[in-house]
């Protein structure tokens, strides 16, 4: 009897010792999955937010209208901007930038092609961005969250081949692991839907996650998506108008999410 007994303690000894390794394993897997499920998330709005303030667009609408020969005060755009606003041209939450410098020529009798000064819009805004450059500031801010672990993607009207230029121009990339825009989802801002597929490309819970906006649509898309909505006035729109879409927090310049993102 004490043979077999010793016998089974040789036999059983190593399976309990795998067993035990085993568990170990399994623990730290899980602990991996825990920790990349609570990753903090940041989805960013791209014109208005990461790039721009209303200052900058009246600068491109004046110098787009200047090629058509018609001549407008910052006062008007500001004005057209405002009135398109209350007037329910944000009937979906955002405004088309492109769009205030049609309706100002169209206020002064001249009908233009929405899509050619669309067009000179755009070949004039690229154009600053190539001579200015990303702010050295957004720059360290990105950096600073790569490397506390967050996880960033961009949210944007933007086309997909504009966004992914810029990016690249600006050496953005490796800081946006998800870039989603209208060619990537069928329904878009303020559908939840954008949001909740970069939240999936990254790997990230919607409640560990933050929606950052100059627009209404960045904080209804946002907040149905789950995630806590943050509103940044530097557009046409204002912070009244982002908290009553649904903001969480408003905050005067990025340079502050780290306040929110940390606390």
């Not at 969250?145 to 960033?152: A, D, P």
């Amino acid at each position: 009897m004490r043979k077999l007994s010793n016998e089974l303690q040789r036999r059983f000894a190593p399976t309990r010792k795998n067993s035990s390794r085993n568990s170990a394993q399994q623990s730290r897997t899980r602990t991996r999955r825990e920790q990349a499920n609570l990753a903090t998330g940041l989805l960013f709005d791209f014109d208005g937010t990461l790039y721009g303030d209303w200052r900058l667009w009246i600068s491109i609408i004046e110098g787009t209208l200047s090629d058509f020969k018609i001549t407008i005060t910052p006062h008007d755009a500001l004005e057209m901007a405002r009135r398109m606003i209350e007037n329910g041209g944000n009937a979906k939450g955002t405004i088309r930038i492109s769009s205030i410098a049609a309706a100002l020529a169209k206020d002064r009798g001249i009908n233009l092609p929405e899509e050619e000064v669309r067009t000179r819009f755009f070949e004039r805004l690229d154009t600053r961005m190539d001579q200015t450059g990303p702010d050295k500031k957004l720059v360290e801010l990105l950096k600073e969250f790569t490397n506390r672990g967050c996880r960033m993607g961009i949210v944007t009207f933007v086309r997909k081949s504009r966004i992914l230029r810029r990016l690249d121009v600006w050496k953005l990339k490796e800081y946006f692991p998800s870039v989603i825009t209208p060619d990537d989802v069928l329904e878009f801002k303020p559908s939840p839907r954008p949001f909740l597929k970069a939240m999936e490309e990254l790997h990230v819970q919607p409640d560990e996650c933050f929606v950052v906006g100059d627009e209404p649509v960045d904080m209804m898309g946002g907040r149905e998506a789950g995630a806590k909505t943050i509103g940044l006035p530097q557009g046409f729109f204002t912070g009244q108008e982002l908290e009553k879409a649904g903001a969480d927090r408003i905050l005067s310049s990025l340079e502050l999410l780290p306040t929110m993102v940390y606390k």
